[in-house]
């Protein structure tokens, strides 16, 4: 079990991942605070999601079983697509006039607290297996919250020193990893 939890938390902070290094292209050094800051308001979001989703499935368990597979697959999907409309959207802009690239303001917590709210929604799918599966919830959230904690940290600290992916391919590449992520729970 504890294997599975941890695999599942790993794919579910792909996502974080990548707004994190996101947040570390746009951050350029790496202040403490900062750090710290940006790392919990990806991790905390993701584990509240998860202990809903939980409750959620506990709750509904026996109204939605039949089709949740269908339900996780498209809302991935959709916001997969739209990922990458953003990205390629956003690339075209950016060739045409660079001084247009969108930027991350990463220095301003409330932002990045709304990107970690914003990339935890499939643990909250997640959470919703969990509770129709009748798991405890406890054990999942700690390894979950310190999956986050440790992804998002390298993935500032990634972002800070080395990565020079442009955001747009980023945005791209994260939406083409949710519709996997989709397909692969509906298959």
Known sequence: MIIYVLLISIGLCIDTFALATTCGLVLKRLPFLHLVKNALAFAVPQTLFLVAGWFGGVLVEGFITSIDHWLVLGILVGIGCKMIYDG????????????????????????????????????????????????????????????????????????????????????????????????????
């Open 88 to 187: 390629w959207k956003n690339a075209k802009v950016c060739r045409e006039d660079p001084s247009k690239r969108k930027r991350v303001n990463a220095h301003n917590f409330g932002i990045v607290l709304g990107l970690g709210f914003a990339a935890s929604f499939d643990a909250f799918a997640v959470g919703v297996s969990f509770g129709l599966l009748d798991f405890a919830i406890l054990e999942p959230a700690l390894i979950l919250f310190a999956v986050s904690i440790i992804i998002a940290l390298t993935g500032l600290y990634l972002g800070c020193k080395f990565a020079r992916i442009p955001e747009e391919d980023l945005a791209i590449i994260g939406g083409i990893i949710l519709i996997g992520l989709g397909v692969a729970i509906s298959v």
